[in-house]
């Protein structure tokens, strides 16, 4: 490492004021510049796996901006795609997929799983080359319980009930989906490191639907198995886990899965965060909201995290992915505050 990356550094338990910064979903459909790439690419999957342009947009933002980090613009539904799975993404619909049944889970094909993910490799070696230096480089993938709501009920829901009867009907079959899950996501993880990631970051976007058991069922085991296996080829690269919605979840979380960090949604009451806080590095947590409707709402949101986390190790982040309705003038707000502190 040539220059000193601060959101690394933070990761690993320094605390650093004003705190680095970035966004989840950072390259997206708030920035022109995206909508005009976006527009010329064809699918967004041929955005995902055509390296010029991932490129492309995963800089965007650190152009405009200077966030102290970026993120690989992918998806994480590459990853059952790359196992054989169908996948499309409609305008208005968003992921869709031939749904998974147990017989089905018996054809994901891994043979040939790193040759389609080749492309979102070279992207994470060219990004590494052309970031600046002190700009950390993060590498992701779904975990594997919400990559399975996805394949089971073959597009996004509101309460993930197509799996969760899954999980109950089929236990043994959903625990060869997670199974093989996590051993593909860790190898996923691990390749992208090899290529130059700095730091990796699992999505659990639907942890929040599950009951207590279920939770550390399909949501803690899984990510702790990633968690060892990536840990057993890289020991030092840090790991940030994204529970979103785990609620009182989060306080045994990190022990038991052995991430990093903790990534928190806008719904953590800071108090809350705080405690997370003294066993290691958290992330987050503004409501993306507050972003899109900026003045007040936004400084107030930006300084109540500022005081409660601003003093321990912390990176500045929203609480879930930035929406496309978001001003570029409210991004601007929230960064000039952050880095004033």
Known sequence: MSAKRVVVEVLNGEAVYPPPLWMMRQAGRYLPEYRETR???????????????????????IERFGFDASILFSDIL???????????????????????????????????FH??????????????????SETTLIGFCGAPWTVATYMIAG?????????????YREPEAFSRLLKMLAEQSAAYLIKQIEAGADVVQIFDSWSGVLDEPSFEAFCVRPVAEIVRQVRLAHPTVPIIGFPKGAGFNYA????????????????VPLSEARGLQREGAVQGNLDPLRLVAGGKALAEGVDGI????????????????????????NVWAMVKQVRNG
């Not at 040759?115 to 600046?132: D, G, I, Q, S």
């Not at 597009?155 to 999980?167: C, I, V």
């Not at 990176?315 to 003038?329: D, K, M, Q, S």
């Open 39 to 61: 527009k010329n690419a064809g699918s967004f999957l041929d955005l995902c796996y055509n390296p010029d342009r991932a490129v492309e947009v995963t800089l965007q933002p």
């Open 115 to 132: 040759v389609n993910l080749a492309p979102v490799y070279e992207t994470v070696r060219r990004l590494r080359e052309k970031l600046p």
């Open 155 to 167: 597009r996004g829901t509101p309460d993930q009930a197509p799996a969760r009867l899954f999980s």
């Open 78 to 112: 590459v990853v059952p795609h790359a196992l054989g799975r169908d996948l499309r993404f409609e305008e208005g619909h968003g992921p869709l997929l031939t749904p998974i049944t147990a017989a089905g889970i018996a054809d994901l094909n891994p043979e040939t």
């Open 306 to 329: 500022l005081k409660a986390l601003g003093q321990g190790p912390f990176v500045f982040n929203l609480g879930h992915g930035i929406v496309p309705e978001t001003p570029i003038e």
């Open 252 to 267: 045994s979380y990190r022990q038991k899965t052995g991430v990093t960090a903790l990534g928190l949604d806008w719904t």
